[in-house]
């Protein structure tokens, strides 16, 4: 689905989920999902580092972005930890 790039920018500091998939000397990469409805959607976009580029989310973009439907599902992680610590 898509949606306007003004939308996605207003709702880029609120999302259900935001992760942070990586980055560059002058970018961060960001994974979001959001709800629209009853729906949520997942994203991605990157905005500037701070101090060294003014890059806002979507600025690149065109006027509408394509977001891909997902649902929420359970999932089980396993973690590791040093023998010695007993807590996470």
Do not use: W
Request: hydrophobic share 35%.
């Amino acid at each position: 689905m898509q949606f306007r790039t003004i939308f996605l920018r207003e709702i880029a500091d609120t999302p259900i989920r935001k992760t942070l998939l990586g980055s560059t000397d002058e970018v961060v990469f960001y994974e979001s999902i959001f709800k629209d409805g009853d729906k949520l959607y997942r994203t991605f976009y990157r905005i500037g580092k701070e101090g060294i580029s003014n890059e806002e989310p979507y600025e690149y973009e065109n006027e509408f972005v394509e977001c891909e439907e997902v649902e929420e599902i359970k999932t089980k992680v396993i973690g590791y930890v040093a023998v010695d610590r007993k807590e996470i």
